[in-house]
């Protein structure tokens, strides 16, 4: 009986899978830029606040 229950539930479990990873949340085309702030997060973080910093400077608030 044990051995049913954890067969459904493991299938009931790889549906929502499939289902998770059948979903994309990024567009197609933002996929590279997704892609690279996932991977390097920090040096992405840098590029942003620096170009922030750079906008504030440029034109301040």
């Known amino acids: 009986m044990k051995r049913n229950q954890f067969l459904t539930k493991l299938t009931q479990e790889a549906q ?3 289902k998770i990873y059948s979903h994309t949340v ?18 992405a973080l ?4 620096g170009l922030m ?8 608030l």
């Open 16 to 18: 929502l899978q499939a």
């Open 26 to 43: 990024v567009p197609k085309q933002l996929e590279p830029v997704a892609s690279f702030i996932g991977n390097h997060t920090w040096k």
């Open 46 to 49: 840098l590029i942003i606040s």
């Open 53 to 60: 910093a750079l906008l504030q400077e440029v034109r301040p």
